[in-house]
Each structure stands twice: as structure tokens, then as C-alpha cells.
């Protein structure tokens, strides 16, 4: 039995050591292959090892408009209020369809900000004298696939050599934002 108790922690010892992530340093993301050629050889000009990872991802899109209207005076009125409005960073505009017109207030990477934004918009709308439920906003969610080529430099072995690797990458002006992960 004792046998077995240290055969297993050398076995969980040995996985450990040979599970052990390396640490990159993501310096850049681009979309052609210019820049990543550009990248690498910026990373390697440094004497640092560079790697090429391809990724795709969902994004999350958040949509804020409102419901199709045909009241253009109104519309035009929303679209100034909110736009002068210091609490909101967007920038309405009036969008149409068959003679009948919408609000688009853009969109949000964030659930959250879609929603407040909604709730505020509809707040300005029923609170300034507009024709009611004409300007009721409401979130369109759409999920886009994105692809990204990262630029990684290393891998490290030590979070110590990464550090020093990311401080050396962020000399340069073009990797001011790198950081350091384990992928």
C-alpha cells in the first residue's frame, strides 16, 4: 500500500513538472500578413524567439435603436438632445426604411452599457414631450466571428525572463500595450 501512496506522488510530481505552462509575451494582433511579418521581425531584431498563433472568436455585438417611426421632427429632436447629452458617448443618427425612419445609437461590446444606454434613451424619449411609444428603444444582439493573428515573442520559463523580455518589447513604440499570457 505504501508502495502505491509513493508511486502516485511521483507520478502527480512528474505531470506537474511536465504540465507546466510557458509564458509569452503578446506584443501585437493583425489581420495581414505585412504586419505580421513586420512584427515578428521587430521581436526578433530584439533577440527574442517570436511565434505566429491564429485565433477566431465570438465578439458580442449590442445594437441600440429604436422602433421605426414616421415622426421626423420628433426624431430629429431625440437625435440633438442625445447627442448634446454629456452622460452618453454616442453619436445618434437617423436611419430610413421605406420612408419610415429609426434611431441608431450604435453599438456596444458590452451588455451592460446596451442596456443602460436602452433604459436612458428611453427615459429622454418619454420625459421630452414626444409622441408616446414613437421613440421606444430596444437591443438587437448579434454574435460576429473575428479572426486575429497574435504576434507572441518566447516562450518563457520563469515569469522573471518574461518580465524582462516585456519590458525590453515595450521599448518599442508600436508594442507599448503588450502583455504577458500564458497561451
Known amino acids: 500500500m505504501k508502495f502505491y501512496v509513493i508511486l502516485s506522488l511521483i507520478c502527480l510530481c512528474s505531470f506537474k513538472l511536465s504540465a507546466q505552462q510557458n509564458i509569452y509575451i503578446q506584443a501585437a494582433a493583425c489581420h495581414k500578413q505585412k504586419c505580421v511579418d ?31 417611426t414616421s415622426q421626423q421632427q420628433a426624431a430629429q429632436a431625440f437625435v440633438e438632445l442625445i447627442n448634446a447629452d454629456k452622460r452618453v ?24 452599457q446596451a442596456e443602460w444606454l436602452q433604459g ?7 420625459n421630452n414631450n414626444l409622441p408616446t411609444n414613437q421613440l421606444e428603444f430596444t437591443i438587437k444582439h448579434k454574435i460576429e466571428q473575428m479572426f486575429a493573428i497574435k504576434i507572441l515573442a518566447g516562450p518563457f520559463k520563469t515569469d522573471e525572463s518574461a518580465a524582462q523580455a516585456l519590458a525590453k518589447i515595450r521599448t518599442i513604440k508600436a508594442f507599448s500595450r503588450a502583455f504577458v499570457t500564458d497561451n
Open 38 to 68: 513586420t512584427y515578428r521581425q521587430y521581436i526578433e531584431n530584439l533577440g527574442l524567439p517570436s511565434q505566429v498563433k491564429y485565433t477566431q472568436q465570438n465578439k458580442d455585438r449590442f445594437s441600440v435603436l429604436s422602433r421605426l
Open 120 to 126: 436612458f434613451a428611453n427615459h429622454l424619449a418619454k
Open 89 to 112: 458617448r454616442v453619436q445618434a443618427k437617423i436611419e430610413m426604411i421605406d420612408h419610415r425612419l429609426y434611431i441608431d445609437l450604435g453599438e456596444q461590446s458590452n451588455q451592460t
